[in-house]
């Protein structure tokens, strides 16, 4: 029996995604879970699922 080909973290998490956007339909579903994935992953802060309204609004103002 062969040992099997060694895959990179970045190859399983995106074969993990392609497994779970099959069911999801509609391509703007899978790009969204995607890059929701996507961020969780990336460096940074504590991630919340809050609505980035509160923020966008304040850049908005300064940008007036």
Avoid: N
């Avoid at 392609?18 to 509609?26: I, M, N």
């Avoid at 991630?47 to 300064?62: C, F, G, M, V």
């Amino acid at each position: 029996m062969s040992d099997p080909i060694p895959t990179t973290s970045e190859q399983r998490l995106q074969e993990y995604l392609s497994r779970l956007t099959a069911v999801l339909g509609h391509a703007d579903r899978r790009q969204r879970l995607v890059g929701y994935c996507t961020g969780l992953l990336l460096p940074g802060e504590r991630k919340s699922i809050e609505p980035p309204r509160p923020s966008l609004t304040a850049a908005a103002a300064q940008t007036d």
